[in-house]
């Protein structure tokens, strides 16, 4: 796979750059965005961009709790209509870690022409996106204030972390199809909890995924009460690693987001046969998610 190589884009029109960007910052969802509807396409890949910038923030290993706070609501002022993305943008990039990718640190450069874009969708769609980043922001903050180094407390906390980073990207989706499409619409009620289930699914699988990676930045998402019915404590997580016990543990998680990715099918079956590209946008993500799951299980 080729590596992303960054580009003078001055002379790009914002859309053209949001494109550009996205391959950048997820190959994956630079495939999969461009199955929507082009009446969505924008729209999503945008919402994607400020979410990712959220994460962005979230996930910088140096900077202060409450730096993380102020740019991070600095950001969902941004999006209800309040201050300058440019004067913004020029005081958090200083502060970013120098290991931040190359893409990420692009996109919040330009994030001026990222809130162009916004600005020009429907006030429906970006009163969707406003509310799933501020949702999102704030849930990141919580969390990131009790920061887990030695795992989350319970389930109900892992599943309360997974609706605010995924499940709340899941009910954005939702809407802004339903507001596209009135076929789609008829099904709101049933498809809103699906997709927070569908969100769950995928963000356990990352979790499940980067176990190792997260622990070395001194962060943990596995719940306690899961790994403490098999006596295994989450602070001494590393050395654990190969124990039959931990092993176990990691099983009924998998099995946990198996379940959520089945409601995500079942989500996926549920979307009108003539929504083909959306339909596809949720089987990409799904297949490469049980595929994944596959892996962490066979290890």
């Not at 706070?69 to 201050?83: E, I, K, P």
């Not at 919040?108 to 999102?136: D, E, G, W, Y």
């Not at 903050?141 to 009790?146: A, D, G």
């Not at 892992?158 to 609706?163: A, E, G, S």
Request: negative net charge.
């Amino acid at each position: 796979m080729k590596r992303f190589l960054l580009q003078d884009s001055t002379n790009y029109t914002d859309s053209e750059y949001q494109d550009y960007i996205l391959q950048g910052v997820s190959r994956t969802f630079a495939l999969t965005i461009p199955q929507l509807p082009k009446q969505l396409e924008a729209v999503v890949g945008n919402a994607y961009l400020w979410c990712r910038i959220a994460d962005t923030i979230e996930d910088d290993p140096h900077l202060a709790l409450a730096l993380k706070v102020s740019f991070s609501d600095q950001l969902t002022q941004l999006l209800a209509g309040h201050g300058s993305a440019d004067e913004w943008a020029c005081k958090l990039l200083p502060q970013l870690d120098s290991d931040t990718a190359a893409a990420e640190l692009d996109l919040i450069a330009n994030s001026q022409r990222m809130l162009r874009l916004f600005l020009s969708f429907k006030p429906a769609q970006q009163a969707i996106i406003q509310q799933c980043v501020a949702t999102m922001v704030q849930g990141m903050m919580h969390y990131q204030s009790h920061q887990p180094h030695a795992g989350l407390p319970d389930l109900p906390a892992l599943n309360d972390y997974c609706y605010h980073v995924a499940g709340i990207v899941g009910e954005m989706l939702t809407l802004l199809y339903c507001d596209y499409c009135s076929k789609v619409r008829q099904h709101q009620d049933l498809l809103m909890p699906l997709a927070v289930s569908f969100g769950q699914g995928l963000q356990m699988t990352n979790i499940l995924k980067d176990i190792w990676q997260d622990q070395s930045r001194g962060i943990c998402w596995l719940p306690q009460d899961v790994f403490g019915r098999h006596h295994i404590e989450l602070q001494d997580l590393p050395s654990q690693r190969t124990e039959v016990a931990f092993q176990q543990g990691m099983a009924e998680l998998v099995a946990i987001a198996h379940t959520h990715l089945q409601d995500a099918m079942r989500y996926t079956l549920m979307l009108p046969r003539s929504e083909q590209g959306y339909r596809n946008f949720c089987l990409w993500a799904i297949g490469m998610a049980m595929l994944t799951l596959k892996n962490i299980h066979r290890r």
